[in-house]
């Protein structure tokens, strides 16, 4: 049964760190494409940062030079984790974990939200 899960969610305060972890497992992946995206109330779902099958990662230009992309993989599992730092209370959001985008380049995932498989979510809550 396929999975992902995601982790490290919590409360910080302005200018805190945050590390998200996902991992993904239980289904055949067609590319190991994955990627955080996060919607805040009232908004709709944005993407945050993506890997692509080449290992190209891309961000938003709300979080670059903040938030680092790291993915690894084993024979059952691939993990994504989002180093978050510098937070700021726009970043207030939940998050959420994809996995297995159709698209081919990390760019065009991030605008197509491609994916095939969600998580749940984590909340992301940064106070000022």
């Known amino acids: 049964q396929a999975q992902v899960v995601e982790s490290g969610g919590g409360s910080v305060q302005t200018g805190g760190s945050l590390r998200l972890s996902c991992v993904a497992s239980?289904?055949?992946?067609?590319?190991?494409?994955m990627g955080w995206f996060r919607q805040a109330p009232g908004y709709e779902r944005d993407g945050v940062a993506v890997i692509d099958r080449d290992g190209t990662t891309t961000y938003s230009d709300s979080v670059k030079g903040r938030f680092t992309l790291s993915f690894s993989k084993d024979n059952a599992k691939n993990a994504l984790y989002l180093e978050m730092n510098n937070l700021k209370p726009e970043d207030t959001a939940i998050y959420y974990c994809a996995a297995d985008c159709s698209s081919f380049t990390a760019a065009e995932a991030m605008v197509a939200g491609d994916f095939g498989y969600w998580g749940q979510g984590t909340q992301v809550t940064v106070s000022s």
């Open positions: 239980g289904y055949t992946y067609s590319s190991d494409c």
